[in-house]
């Protein structure tokens, strides 16, 4: 069974050979392992995970440059509004120091760079590479094109990644200041969210065109923290629920699955999740309380599961890791709907030996049709 198909099953409730695999990693852990033993090889296909990602550029496009930069921090000015600083070779959090909409005037000239091609370059919205730290130009649409193809050919679930339009809207506006907006704004929070998705679709609609459909579009859309929800089930739709029924209907009209990274607790979100049409939730924080069983006991063939293998776990006792990892990993086998990926991504307090471990464990108890 060919990745693509092993993921399309377990969203489809088919019998699959075992889980589909996936993970995200720190700059500085690939750093570590390239050390230990990993090399110049590119972890995904070292441990034959089962996706493969493209990414859409949704920004207003603005010059992305490296500010100042020395042995320890960098500053870079992003092509979706902001200014951030951060470690260099790391992934940590981020000291944001600026934002582009500090007005509403801001937010009209930005609505005008939301469109497909504002300037008549023909440069792709589209990429092999992640839309964060995208310091080289993008692709023309055909180079963009012949990636996808490249990709297609691996025979992996193809996800398109891209921000949501609650990440969108506080990378230009501001976290804070947003939430302040939800408050005092809301329409204004609608109108940045259908802005936002309109030029979503838009790109998605091109891209159909030129033959590069994914299998599914994978939204960044961080709506917790460890203690529960930024904005209250009601805000939430009152002004996203709205432009996420449109895109499902897109999406879903397309053949095309739509996955939502969330971090925090969400639970309280859920119903809503599954009523505008999400199939997949991602990452599960474990830190936060999203707990597998429960959800799975929950939401069963409501919605499909990816994570809850808490990061944090894995770099402390070996005996307590192969149990969460054989309780969580067998659950998500017998129940189905289920696909591996840790509660985040992997820091560098794992070593590659442990992963290494991860990954067979997670193959040992996964195997479906060892495991009947």
């Not at 790391?90 to 504002?118: A, C, Y």
């Not at 209907?249 to 053949?255: A, R, V, Y």
Request: with cysteine; hydrophobic share 40%; net charge negative.
């Amino acid at each position: 069974m060919n990745s693509r198909t092993r993921v399309q099953n377990v969203l489809t409730g088919q019998p699959v050979d075992r889980i589909p695999i996936h993970d995200a990693f720190w700059e500085d852990t690939l750093a570590l392992w390239r050390e230990q033993g990993l090399g110049d090889a590119d972890p995904c296909d070292f441990f034959e995970m089962d996706f493969d990602a493209m990414y859409l550029d949704l920004s207003g496009r603005f010059e992305q440059k490296l500010l100042e930069q020395d042995d320890r921090l960098l500053t870079v000015q992003d092509r979706a509004g902001y200014v951030v600083r951060k470690f260099v070779g790391k992934s940590r959090s981020m000291d944001f120091l600026d934002h582009f909409t500090k007005s509403r005037d801001d937010w009209e000239s930005l609505k005008k760079r939301m469109i497909l091609d504002p300037d008549g370059s023909g440069e792709a919205r589209l990429d092999d590479r992640s839309y964060f730290m995208h310091l080289e130009p993008y692709p023309t649409w055909d180079e963009a094109l012949a990636k996808f193809e490249r990709l297609r050919k691996r025979e992996r679930f193809m996800l398109f990644h891209a921000y949501g339009p609650w990440e969108a809207a506080w990378r230009h506006r501001g976290l804070e200041t947003l939430l302040l907006d939800v408050a005092l704004s809301p329409d204004w929070v609608r109108e940045m969210t259908e802005t936002h998705v309109d030029l979503m679709i838009e790109c998605l609609e091109h891209c159909i065109r030129l033959g590069a459909k994914p299998d599914g579009l994978f939204l960044a859309d961080d709506f917790g923290h460890t203690g529960g929800l930024f904005l209250s089930p009601k805000s939430w739709r009152e002004i996203f629920k709205p432009s996420y029924v449109r895109l499902s209907e897109f999406l879903h009209g397309n053949n095309i699955s739509l996955w939502l990274h969330s971090c925090g607790n969400v639970r309280m979100l859920i119903p809503d999740l599954i009523d505008v049409g999400v199939d997949v939730l991602q990452p599960l924080q474990a830190a936060a309380g999203m707990d597998l069983s429960e959800l799975i006991e929950q939401y069963d063939e409501k919605l499909a599961f990816f994570g809850n293998i808490s990061a944090s776990t894995m770099s402390g006792p070996i005996d307590i890791l192969e149990e969460e990892i054989r309780e969580k990993i067998s659950l998500g086998r017998d129940r189905g709907g289920y696909i591996y990926h840790s509660d985040h991504s992997v820091p560098p307090e794992v070593s590659f030996e442990r992963y290494q471990k991860i990954m067979r464990w997670v193959r040992r108890y996964g195997d479906c049709e060892k495991n009947r």
